[in-house]
């Protein structure tokens, strides 16, 4: 059995959320009175944690490894053209995806997997709904929202119906995957009319009260093709 060690734990109104990170032995050494004691240390994978207590929590499809507890499972139906990683080609046609809920008293564990993770809380005030990443979404309290935002000023995207990403709205907490540790991902918050401009591969999720263009970096045909897209958000 795989041992675990916590990385980051958020308690909300009924859920609390923890990420793990699984360890495997190193080394084996004998003390002086003949114990035996065992080094560890991380070994690349990751879970996430997620104990109920009267509360509720969605889960991607194919995340759930096991469970502990009184707690009920089912399948809840997103809003209409929301999607999940797993669900993307749904999304693309209009149909509706579906998340995993569970509810009740006790603990849900996450498969292991070599990616990171970052918990996050969301007000549920107008203007706090997050865009995320397409590869973002992994859970969330079930007092939240996943849906779809499109951006309507920017044709041709998809099929000319313009880009289509997740959108968590409500209140609560959540987590997310990202491909570094969170101690490596940068806040940067915007005022007095600023403008960010940032590759769309280095975005995790930002707020949908922003404007976004996407555009080339540099204006031109010859530039453009070597220095590629960037988003501008406003």
Known sequence: MSHMQLVQENRGDGITFRIHALTRVTRFSHGQDGSLSETREMDGRFTVEAELQGSGVLIEPGAFQYSVGHLQAGVQQQQEGGFLRRA??????????????????????SEPVRRHFIIAESSGDPGDEMILDDHAFYMAQDTMRLGTHTHTNISGALSGNGLRQPKLSGRGLFVVESPVPVSEVEVIELSGGQTLTVDGDMMLMYSASLNVQLQPLVRGLRNASRTGEAWSLC
Request: aromatic share 14%; glycine share 18%.
């Open 88 to 109: 993307m080609n749904a999304a693309g046609t209009g149909e509706s995806a579906f998340a995993t809920r569970f509810t009740g008293q006790g603990r849900i564990f």
